[in-house]
């Protein structure tokens, strides 16, 4: 920039500041009383000799906030709340896992339902069971009651019996992981209501289920004491295991025996 052009530039701003300086002399006497305030607009003069500033952006409102979608509250299983009749209703039109398509019945439970002795636990309901919408009523049933018998124990007075699934897995395959997490709460409440003594289990499924060990053998389950929620449980061989193979009867009665002894029943014969 030239001399001159330097020398135009400082004029231009000088004259702009005298008349900035005469806009604020003509403001300054003015009279400021309220009404006289209702008279005049400010908003030219204060615009030169304050420039606007660009106001920073504000929080939005909390009512203008688009609303966050709540987490659905996590449902407690309504099955552990029932009573029995209610639970008994329930289970009749379970559609939970895949065995309702191909069940005749539900096979819910059987026997004393009040503080029974034992409580008999096994894997899932047979062909005979499935018809008739009882439990262990077949050939495997019929042996279950000679072993109850043994160490003085029956279905009619002082035992409950009931199976981890409540429907039949077709051609009585062991239940699958699902089926038995579908049924998982009725057995759970059933042993809640029942309250029994002591519980039995019958078979690989319903003693791996019960004592929380899937990978266990039958063989190093059976004879043993556990505890399930503070009630001592016995595991031993399923009646259709043992018509199906003979020599395991020699151990399901070492086990019956040493459950009779531990509930103080008397034991005598042989299953």
């Not at 005979?128 to 279950?144: I, S």
């Not at 009725?186 to 060990?213: D, E, F, H, W």
Request: charged letters at 25%; proline letters at 7%.
């Amino acid at each position: 920039m030239s001399d001159s052009e330097r020398r135009e530039a400082l004029a231009s701003a000088l004259e702009r500041t005298d008349e900035l300086m005469d806009s604020f002399m003509d403001v300054l006497k003015q009279d400021f009383g309220p009404k006289q305030r209702e008279k005049h607009d400010f908003s030219d003069v204060s615009a030169k000799i304050i420039p606007e500033e660009k106001q920073p952006e504000t929080e939005p409102a909390a009512s203008m906030l688009p609303e966050t979608p709540e987490a659905p509250a996590r449902t407690e299983d309504d099955r552990i709340r029932m009573s029995y009749a209610s639970l008994l209703a329930d289970s009749a039109t379970c559609t939970r896992c895949g065995l309702c398509s191909t069940r005749h019945s539900v096979v819910f439970g059987t026997g004393c339902k009040d503080r029974p002795v034992v409580m008999v636990i096994g894997e899932g309901p047979g062909e005979n069971e499935d018809l008739q919408g009882l439990p262990f009523v077949g050939k495997a049933g019929v042996y279950l009651d000679k072993w109850l018998a043994a160490i003085s124990l029956s279905r009619d007075t002082n035992v409950y019996i009931t199976n981890t699934v409540k429907c039949r897995p077709p051609q009585n395959r062991d239940p699958y992981p699902d089926e038995k997490s579908a049924c998982n709460a009725y057995l759970k409440r059933q042993i809640q209501l029942v309250n029994p003594q002591a519980i039995l289990c019958l078979g690989k499924p319903a003693s791996t289920l019960m004592t929380g060990q899937p990978d266990a053998t039958m063989g190093a389950l059976r004879g043993r004491f556990f505890f399930y929620d503070g009630i001592p449980m016995m595991c031993t061989y399923h009646p259709a295991a043992v018509l199906r193979d003979l020599s395991l009867k020699r151990a399901v009665w070492e086990d019956l025996k040493k459950l009779a002894r531990y509930l103080g029943l008397p034991a005598g014969g042989s299953n």
